[in-house]
């Protein structure tokens, strides 16, 4: 029982980003003896436990799960001035939120498995990446139409969407990674206007089903870039609308691809750039014109894709497991981190 108190304290701590020092002055305790509750040496008396979940923002009941899965092969896009502590406190939060994920699948008997379809495919260039993409859009039956919903479409091919409340959008972007070498997981700051998310969540796909590791980091990046690129916006589109080769293009043009497929208009000049349809030049001309003239920026950052991009699931599976009464109302609670009651305001039976 204290290795488990002493592990759940522990990442509880780490996921609201507090020292040893910070919490110790939060319960009133000493920092020595947090360490020791952290080491196993120690367990706190009642009091001090309801006041460390209420200090950590999670039930007292959660000091006392077992932990159950491990985070691998972690694949994490962050700025520079995102620390170490942040990133400790965000592998936490994951690692929780995923243990309440397929602990719900579990109790409803879901059975979750992914097979990466193109985990035989070699990549040695931008070329490969393009017809990777296009193998995806096949498999998955997308052909060459937009994608409404990547979330969705992610979610029903086995693979977890996480949302992390990050306020501050320049610090973390996204990152993906396996649980316990087998559940692929995509987490991305819920803070992002949905064109960016659109594409952070397909750029960490690539990272989830392309062979990459002969790559160094920067070129796993770019190839990264550029298959969340071609997934949004396929080549035979661009090749049959915009045509091969382009000395101009109206923003118009790009503002209504932007609408139709859910992708910026940068991006699309990245895309472009790729395929050859305009050259190097023009997209440094783009971004000098982009970065000075008036009104310039604010126009072609504007968001014109009416789409959501936000994942509901496990909250619809809570739910169904509490409607189902497989959990108690008190344990929806729990997973869902609301109130009792409104947990049950929000349940609604037919």
Known sequence: MKEIFAYRLKNARLMNGFSLQDLAEKVGVSKPMIAKYEKAQSMPDSPHLILLAQMLGVKPDYFFQPASISLNHVNFRKKSKYSEKQIKSLKAKILSQMENYLGIEDV???????TNPLKDYEISGGADIEITAVELRKIWNLGDDPIYNVITLLESNEIKVIEIDEPDQDLFDGVSALIDNKYPIIAINKNFPVERKRFTLLHELGHLV??????NEKEQENHCHRFAGAMLLPQN???KEIGNYRDHLSLNELFNFQKLYGISVSAIIYRL???DVISDA????????RNSIPGFKESVDRVRFSGDESSGRFISLVYRALSQEIITISKASSLLNNSIEE????????
């Open 210 to 215: 392309l062979n990459l590791t002969h790559f």
């Open 108 to 114: 409803l008997a879901i059975q979750s498995e992914f």
């Open 237 to 239: 589109t661009i090749i």
């Open 343 to 350: 947990v049950r305001n929000n349940l609604a039976i037919i």
């Open 282 to 289: 023009k997209k440094r001309r783009y971004f000098v014109d």
């Open 273 to 275: 750039t790729d395929l």
